[in-house]
């Protein structure tokens, strides 16, 4: 919707107001009637002037060129060269002196045209972004000479001269207020924005000739489509162009000008938001208009040239013989008005909305008119748009009116009534507005408030429950002046344990370098061939799908074991040289076929590449452990599992509870899957995991004594686990040990067939004292005899 400030000024004075184009912009938007833009007409054009042209003589060295004098009320005329040929001595043209800009942003200079100097250029209707319709009285293709609707002072700015100087603001008007899809309801927004009064004008029409009933006769038969017609009559149509006034209005809104009788109908849609239809008499067979269903196999040639079947559901105007229009979309081509035009009928209806959008939708035609139909218009509007056109129609002497109007009512509309409940208000939104200012808001915007009741304007088709006048009054008195606090009733949210807990394990992930992957819960029954599951397996007990989208993925996975290798799969074969991935994924147990299936979540790891191995994956195992507060757990050797490496698997466990599962993947499954290189796979039971936990933190002072180390290796069976000679040490070394670390793991001729050395470095320390060399020497050998009860010896 685009308003003219100058039409505004006619209902609100805007002026007085006394704020600038871009304040007013920014208040009516916080007001609720959000602006999109808005622009002065003629901003690109400067420094063009009108002139008088005193004088032309022909150029010298030119049989079409002209040489004139023109006065643009400075002291000494200025000389333009023109090619125009409408000019004459007398003439009042627009001029472009030096240095000016006309449209299109095209830069005017002194110049000289076959040796003549030319200080300027006298301007077309084009080069001032204008068309003959907003000038009839113009030439299309010569120099625009002003007419006596225009001010002829010498020197002044052509814009202001000529009228291009008004101010469009351009209003995203959502469907819900089609009142505001006009200049009196963005008026009544502005007023009731400003605090100041609405100007509205009563239309008069003075008194007709003869009787209207002896030229029209209008018929509701689809009453739940047609709620209301208003017709009146003018007859000795004089066709012609509309006054400037109207012209430039018209023309700051969007509209062409055509004519006085097809502006005036623009001009009352525009102005009141109710789009009018003016039909030729002559073409309405019995002067009868009957607004009905259209009847199978109709058609009708609409004002485009193109002809439409119509269908029942749709409601068309017609007369006794034939539709002569599709209701609220578009004219019959006989409908129009002609230059022989004599007696013309103006239609002034209201139809139902969802009728108008189906029918405009079916035809692929949605018009001006249509838009604003299907938003659902007042029919309390119907007769005061009629009587304005018909004033309209006598101001601007386009014809005789016929005495009275023909008004058919069909709408049963009852005012929307509320109770007016203050506290309520208040209370709903948060502020704290006294009840003679929330009415006071009220009348601004047209409600009435009576005796604790509240009556809506039939205009307002979007009241309907108390928090509508809420809104009303927060919006006038003012989003900004709401004091920021919680809404009541609405719960803090926030993540549950074991969604931060979720979240920490894929920061761990992170932090360790892998690439977080997403697969699909459901695979193919395959797969559990492809790892090596035996037949009688568990892990094979799996929903299956009753209606998948194919084999590959007919059951929910019990393991992500495949979906992981899938993903290293292809990552190979697109030659990336590794990968360091992971996923938290959800697999399925079946109960059977009465119960749903048991969810849990598993984080499986996988990885492979040229400096990955089996201890690269424990060592991001290790990590995660330690972040979530595991210590004191079990590794052992597992050597029965078909998916992994017989002799480079463990398991991890604490409190005989099973944790992790890892290891190389087995060579004949990488085979299945065609990967080429080692890889390897870990997976993490979560729900084991986020039991065990201990995320406490608990605070350590710095010591305050020395620390003291001694290192220890030892030969030790090659099948002997290292966690379990460290936890004979550690136990056998009492409190004052503060840490073992293994340094180094060797096998080879120096220590013998199926043996191994083992490394550890010993940190010893009291948190109350230094400790003595006989504490801790006797901490050593206490350590030294548990490791021999494991078969281990001291390697000197």
Same mark, same amino acid.
């Given at each position: 919707m685009y308003l003219s400030k100058k039409w505004l000024s006619e209902f609100v004075d805007i002026d007085k107001i006394g704020v600038s184009d871009k304040q007013f912009a920014e208040d009516i938007t916080i007001s609720g009637s959000k602006v999109e833009s808005f622009e002065k007409e003629g901003s690109e054009l400067s420094n063009i002037v009108v002139g008088?042209?005193?004088?032309?003589?022909?150029?010298?060295?030119?049989?079409?060129?002209? $040489?004139?004098?023109?006065?643009?009320?400075?002291? =000494?005329?200025?000389?333009?060269?023109?090619?125009?040929? /409408?000019?004459?001595?007398?003439?009042?043209?627009?001029?472009?002196? /030096?240095?000016?800009? $006309?449209?299109?942003?095209?830069?005017?200079?002194?110049?000289?045209?076959?040796?003549?100097?030319?200080?300027?250029?006298?301007?077309?209707?084009?080069?001032?972004?204008?068309?003959?319709?907003?000038?009839?009285?113009?030439?299309?293709?010569?120099?625009?000479?002003?007419?006596?609707?225009?001010?002829?002072?010498?020197?002044?700015?052509?814009?202001?001269?000529?009228?291009?100087?008004?101010? $469009?603001?351009?209003? =995203?008007?959502?469907? /819900?207020?089609?009142?505001?899809?006009?200049?009196?309801?963005?008026?009544?927004?502005?007023?009731?924005?400003y605090k100041v009064p609405l100007k509205l004008h009563t239309p008069e029409v003075k008194p007709g000739i003869e009787d209207i009933k002896d030229y029209l006769k209008v018929d509701i038969e689809a009453p739940d489509k047609c709620y209301r017609y208003v017709g009146g009559v003018v007859k000795n149509v004089r066709v012609k162009e509309s006054p400037r006034w109207m012209r430039e209005r018209l023309r700051a809104s969007g509209v062409r000008p055509i004519n006085n009788i097809v502006d005036i109908t623009n001009y009352i849609m525009l102005e009141y938001g109710q789009p009018m239809h003016a039909f030729d008499l002559r073409f309405l067979e019995g002067n009868h208009v009957i607004v009905r269903n259209a009847k199978s196999g109709e058609t009708i040639t609409t004002l485009d040239g193109e002809e439409r079947a119509l269908t029942e559901e749709m409601l068309v105007i017609a007369d006794e013989k034939k539709p002569v229009a599709v209701a609220g979309v578009m004219g019959g081509e006989y409908s129009g008005i002609m230059d022989d035009t004599n007696t013309i009928v103006f239609e002034s209806a209201c139809f139902n909305g969802p009728s108008v959008r189906r029918t405009a939708k079916a035809l692929g035609m949605r018009t001006e008119a249509s838009g604003r139909f299907e938003k659902q218009l007042n029919p309390d509007d119907c007769d005061v748009c009629l009587l304005r056109a018909l004033e309209l129609v006598q101001m601007l002497d386009a014809g005789d009116v016929v005495e009275g109007i023909v008004d058919c009512n069909k709408s049963n509309k009852t005012p929307v009534t509320l109770p007016f409940m203050p506290e309520w208000t208040n209370n709903f939104i948060g502020i704290n507005v006294s009840a003679d200012e929330q009415k006071e808001i009220l009348e601004r915007i047209g409600f009435k408030v009576e005796d604790g009741t509240i009556y809506a304007p039939s205009f307002r088709i979007d009241i309907e429950h108390q928090a509508d006048i809420s809104e009303e009054i927060a919006r006038f008195y003012g989003y900004n002046n709401i004091e920021n606090h919680e809404l009541h009733g609405v719960a803090k949210a926030g993540p549950t344990d074991r969604q931060k807990f979720n979240r920490l394990v894929e920061n761990t992930m992170l932090s360790c370098g892998l690439s977080e992957i997403q697969t699909f819960s459901f695979i193919s029954p395959k797969s559990y061939d492809k790892i090596g599951l035996p037949e009688d397996s568990k892990m094979r007990n799996c929903v299956v799908i009753s209606n998948p989208l194919g084999e590959d993925t007919s059951v929910m996975r019990t393991t992500a074991i495949p979906s992981m290798l899938e993903v290293l799969k292809t990552n190979f074969n697109n030659r990336n040289e590794k990968a360091f991935l992971y996923e938290l994924a959800t697999t399925y147990t079946s109960n059977g076929l009465l119960e749903l299936p048991d969810e849990n979540q598993e984080l499986v790891i996988g990885m492979y590449g040229k400096d990955v191995d089996y201890f690269t994956l424990k060592g991001v195992v290790e990590q995660l452990l330690k972040v979530v507060g595991i210590e004191d757990y079990d590794v052992e050797p597992k050597k029965n599992c078909p998916t992994f490496h017989p002799g480079r698997t463990a398991k991890i466990t604490k409190d005989d509870k099973s944790l992790v599962l890892l290891g190389e993947v087995h060579p004949k499954v990488l085979g299945n899957y065609e990967i080429e290189t080692k890889a390897y796979i870990a997976t993490i039971n979560m729900e084991n995991l986020f039991e065990i936990a201990n995320l406490t933190r608990v605070y350590k002072a710095l010591p305050k004594f020395p620390a003291t180390t001694r290192d220890l290796a030892f030969v030790c069976d090659a099948d002997l686990p290292v966690l379990a000679l460290e936890k004979a040490i550690t136990a056998a070394s009492g409190k004052i040990l503060e840490s073992i670390q293994l340094f180094d793991v060797y096998q080879g001729a120096q220590v013998g067939e199926n043996k191994k050395s083992v490394a550890f470095n010993l940190k010893f320390r009291s948190a109350e004292r230094t400790l003595t060399d006989e504490e801790c020497n006797a901490a050593v050998k206490k350590a030294i005899k548990s490791a021999e009860g494991l078969g281990a010896t001291l390697r000197s």
């Open positions: 008088k042209v005193e004088s032309l003589e022909r150029h010298p060295d030119s049989d079409h060129l002209w $040489v004139c004098q023109i006065n643009v009320g400075a002291e =000494e005329n200025i000389q333009i060269v023109t090619g125009a040929q /409408n000019l004459t001595a007398g003439d009042i043209v627009p001029v472009a002196l /030096n240095k000016s800009v $006309v449209a299109g942003g095209h830069k005017i200079t002194t110049g000289k045209l076959r040796g003549i100097k030319s200080e300027g250029m006298m301007c077309s209707l084009g080069e001032l972004g204008l068309t003959v319709h907003d000038f009839p009285y113009a030439i299309e293709d010569g120099i625009f000479v002003l007419g006596d609707d225009c001010d002829k002072t010498l020197g002044m700015d052509i814009r202001e001269a000529i009228g291009l100087n008004d101010v $469009v603001t351009e209003f =995203e008007i959502t469907s /819900n207020r089609p009142d505001c899809l006009s200049v009196i309801g963005l008026a009544r927004e502005t007023a009731a924005t």
